[in-house]
C-alpha cells in the first residue's frame, strides 16, 4: 500500500500546488508558463501511473477488510456515478445549465465518484484511495470559492447540457460494461 500512498502524495502535491497562488506564481516565473505546465502534467501522470501500480500490488497481496457493506448502496452508488459521468462530461461542454448549477463541474464529478466507491469499497486500500480524492475535491473546491472564482453564471438548458447527459450517460453506461475488464470487479 506505500507505494499507492507515494503516488497519492506526489499526484495531490502538484494538484495542491495550483491552490497556492503565490507559490504557483513564482514558480511560473521561474520557470515560465509552458514548462510549469509540462512539469505540472508530467509530475501529476506520474503519480497516477504509481497510484495505480500501488493499487494493484495492493490488491493483489489481498484485501485488508475494515467493513461489509451492504447490498443496497450499490443502487445509490451507481446512481452517483451516472452523476459523476454527467459532471465530468459537463465540465467540458459547451455552458449550459448543469455547468452554471455545479459550478464547478469537474469538482463535483470527482466528488460523487469518490463517495460513490467509499460507500461499495469497505477494505482499507480503497478507503484510503477514494477518501483522498473525496478530500482533495473538498479542499480543492474550497480554495476555489476562496479566490473568488465563482464558476459559470447558471443559464437555460442548452446543447452543452444535452452532450454532456448523452456523453455521461454513455460513458457511464461503458464503465458499467467495461469495469470488469479495466478493474477487475463488476459492478454489482
Given at each position: 500500500?506505500?507505494?499507492?500512498?507515494?503516488?497519492?502524495v506526489?499526484?495531490?502535491?502538484?494538484?495542491?500546488?495550483t491552490?497556492?497562488?503565490?507559490?504557483?506564481?513564482?514558480?511560473?516565473?521561474?520557470?515560465?508558463?509552458?514548462?510549469?505546465?509540462?512539469?505540472?502534467?508530467?509530475?501529476?501522470?506520474?503519480?497516477?501511473?504509481?497510484?495505480?501500480?500501488?493499487?494493484?500490488?495492493?490488491?493483489?497481496?489481498?484485501?485488508?477488510?475494515?467493513?461489509?457493506?451492504?447490498?443496497?448502496?450499490?443502487?445509490?452508488?451507481?446512481?452517483?456515478?451516472?452523476?459523476?459521468?454527467?459532471?465530468?462530461?459537463?465540465?467540458?461542454?459547451p455552458?449550459?445549465?448543469?455547468?452554471?448549477?455545479?459550478?464547478h463541474?469537474?469538482?463535483?464529478?470527482?466528488?460523487?465518484?469518490?463517495?460513490?466507491?467509499?460507500?461499495?469499497?469497505?477494505?482499507?486500500?480503497?478507503?484510503?484511495?477514494?477518501?483522498?480524492?473525496?478530500?482533495?475535491?473538498?479542499?480543492?473546491?474550497?480554495?476555489?470559492?476562496?479566490?473568488?472564482?465563482?464558476?459559470?453564471?447558471?443559464?437555460?438548458?442548452?446543447?452543452?447540457?444535452?452532450?454532456?447527459?448523452?456523453?455521461?450517460?454513455?460513458?457511464?453506461?461503458?464503465?458499467?460494461?467495461?469495469h470488469?475488464?479495466?478493474i477487475?470487479?463488476?459492478?454489482?
Open positions: 500500500m506505500t507505494p499507492m500512498i507515494a503516488g497519492l506526489l499526484f495531490f502535491a502538484a494538484h495542491i500546488l491552490t497556492l497562488r503565490t507559490v504557483r506564481a513564482t514558480v511560473v516565473g521561474r520557470l515560465g508558463e509552458g514548462p510549469y505546465k509540462g512539469l505540472y502534467s508530467l509530475v501529476s501522470l506520474a503519480g497516477l501511473v504509481v497510484i495505480v501500480w500501488g493499487f494493484g500490488r495492493y490488491r493483489s497481496g489481498g484485501y485488508i477488510s475494515v467493513w461489509d457493506p451492504p447490498a443496497w448502496l450499490h443502487p445509490i452508488a451507481l446512481v452517483l456515478m451516472w452523476f459523476s459521468f454527467v459532471a465530468l462530461a459537463a465540465a467540458y461542454s455552458a449550459g445549465k448543469i455547468k452554471g448549477v455545479l459550478r463541474p469537474m469538482l463535483a464529478g470527482v466528488k460523487a465518484w469518490a463517495l460513490a466507491h467509499l460507500l461499495v469499497n469497505g477494505d482499507l486500500g480503497s478507503m484510503i484511495l477514494f477518501a483522498a480524492f473525496l478530500a482533495w475535491a473538498v479542499y480543492d473546491r474550497i480554495a476555489v470559492k476562496r479566490r473568488g472564482d465563482s464558476g459559470a453564471p447558471p443559464s437555460g438548458f442548452t446543447a452543452g447540457d444535452a452532450i454532456a447527459l448523452a456523453v455521461g450517460s454513455g460513458a457511464c453506461a461503458a464503465m458499467v460494461w467495461l470488469p475488464l479495466i477487475g470487479v463488476p459492478i454489482t
